[in-house]
């Protein structure tokens, strides 16, 4: 049992390093997988729809659903936590980096730049979201920015909580806009 958990840990790990996330890493969890006897092809798939189905990142869903079937709870665990530790890994490198450097000059005008491009990317995002659900088909609508507004009111106000928030702002599209 123990040599299984350690098989997962280290397979996802690799899936980890080696793949960009999303679909890029079905292949790659599909090989293992089937290299290692864990499951059929026909199981790849069903972890893989059901991953897809679930809130929250494929890779780790198709982890927990895995280590789940191949070695139970620890075998789950042992997976998410290959499948996190190249994140772990270099947010830790990053930290570290930033910590030794944070006086550095260069750091300093490395982030000066950074940071205007980062509000601007959010900005162009915020932007096209905009566009995108107050302008639909080349005219206004005025229900969604009433219920956007809403939504920055009972946030910023009143202090509701975000699930809240999306809920309700949910409840009325249906409602009022379909």
């Not at 958990?5 to 996330?21: R, V």
């Not at 075998?75 to 772990?88: E, I, K, Q, R």
């Not at 890994?89 to 300093?108: D, H, Q």
């Amino acid at each position: 049992m123990i040599v299984r958990i350690l098989q997962l840990f280290w397979s996802f790990l690799q899936i980890g390093f080696t793949s960009f996330g999303g679909l890029s890493m079905i292949p790659l969890i599909s090989s293992e997988m089937l290299g290692h006897g864990w499951m059929t092809s026909t199981e790849v798939s069903d972890i893989v729809a059901i991953a897809e189905m679930t809130p929250g990142p494929l890779g780790l869903n198709c982890a927990t659903f895995a280590g789940i079937r191949v070695a139970g709870v620890a075998g789950a665990l042992a997976a998410n936590f290959g499948m996190l530790m190249p994140t772990f890994t270099i947010c830790a490198a990053g930290a570290v980096f930033f910590e030794k450097f944070k006086n550095s000059s260069a750091l300093k005008h490395v982030m000066t730049a950074v940071r205007p491009v980062c509000i601007g990317l959010i900005w162009a995002v915020i932007i096209n979201l905009c566009l995108e659900n107050y302008w639909v088909g080349g005219s206004v609508q005025p229900v969604s920015i009433l219920i956007g507004l809403l939504g920055v009111y009972l946030l910023l106000k009143r202090k509701w909580s975000v699930p809240k928030v999306i809920c309700v702002a949910a409840m009325l599209g249906v409602v009022f806009c379909r």
